[in-house]
Structures are given as structure tokens and as C-alpha cells.
């Protein structure tokens, strides 16, 4: 299996929309948006009780400072969310605007020992086994060389017949897909 693709801006945004997605809602982004909830949960809680104690507040206005306190910070993590997703998005916008790989032809191959891809002044090889991990979504297949470095295969410029062999390929030896829990 060989060819030729031309990133695009519109493979770049998807990939970083997929690498935003596939690390935040994995299992361990998972884990670590519940632990920064339950921190945010336990000082909202504390806040709040502490304010109540030190206003000489009745129950009823202690639990009302105290969820006021939940929901600011609640928005406050919502805002974040839609920060760093946005941050991830214009990312990709700005690798683009700087030069990156915009029009740079990209030569691949593969075969039952690894993936080769190289432009004009860059050139992998890696071993299947040798991957991070992989994930993928409509529009681009993503191979992981490490959990923040990634080569961006579009499926609008490889056949799926390649891109079901470079995901067998992975599976067989053994690289997890690293995918949001659906």
C-alpha cells in the first residue's frame, strides 16, 4: 500500500478536533475532569460553610451559599471546556496560516512491518507496535507516535480499503484506539 495526499485545512482542524476529543473524554481525561469536579465540589463546600459559619447564617442560607458557590464554579468549568476546545480548534487554523504542511505533498507506505511517510524534508518509519496509539472519526485517521505528536491520514485521500488494512494492522499488534467513550 503507497500513495499520495495533500494535508488540507479542513484534515488539520479535524485532527485536532478528534486529538482534543479522543484525550479529553478518554477514560483518563474522564478521571481527571471527576477529580477536578470533586476538588471544585469539595471548596465550593468548604467555601460556602466556612462564609455560612462565619455570617452566623441559618441552614437554609448556608446551602444557598454553598450551591451558589457550586454553580460559579461550575460555569467556570464550562468556560474552560469551551476555552481549550477552541484553543485545539484554532490551533490547527494557526499550524496552517504559519506555513506547517499546507500544500506540502505527503508520500506514504505501508506494509506488514510499519508505516513510512516523508515530505520533502521529513521522513518516518515506524514499526505497527511502535505507535502510541491511533484513533479516528468521518475524516482523518490518526496514528500517535507520542500522546501529543500525530501523523493525520484523511480518508478523502486514502482508499478504505488502506485505512481498514492500517487499522487491522495496529489492532494485530496490539496499539490501543485511543477513542472518546462512546
Not at 21 to 26: E, K
Amino acid at each position: 500500500m503507497q500513495g499520495t495526499y495533500t494535508l488540507t485545512e479542513d484534515d488539520t482542524i479535524a485532527a485536532y478536533r478528534l486529538y482534543f476529543l479522543a484525550h479529553t473524554f478518554s477514560r483518563k481525561g474522564l478521571w481527571q475532569i471527576a477529580g477536578f469536579l470533586c476538588w471544585v465540589a469539595a471548596f465550593g463546600i468548604g467555601t460556602g460553610a466556612f462564609i455560612a459559619y462565619r455570617n452566623q447564617a441559618s441552614t437554609l442560607e448556608a446551602i444557598g451559599i454553598m450551591t451558589g458557590v457550586l454553580l460559579s464554579c461550575f460555569l467556570l468549568f464550562l468556560v474552560w471546556m469551551a476555552f481549550a476546545y477552541h484553543r485545539h480548534r484554532s490551533a490547527g487554523r494557526e499550524y496552517l496560516r504559519l506555513g506547517g504542511l499546507n500544500g506540502v505533498e505527503i508520500h506514504w507506505r505501508s506494509d506488514e512491518h510499519g508505516h513510512e511517510a516523508h515530505t520533502k524534508h521529513i521522513q518516518t518509519r515506524l514499526a505497527w507496535g511502535d505507535y502510541h496509539g491511533w484513533s479516528e472519526d468521518a475524516q482523518v485517521l490518526l496514528l500517535y507516535i507520542a500522546p501529543a505528536q500525530f501523523q493525520i491520514k484523511p480518508k478523502r485521500a486514502i482508499a478504505a480499503a488502506d485505512i481498514d488494512a492500517m487499522r487491522n494492522r495496529l489492532i494485530a499488534a496490539g496499539v490501543g484506539q485511543l477513542a472518546p467513550l462512546r
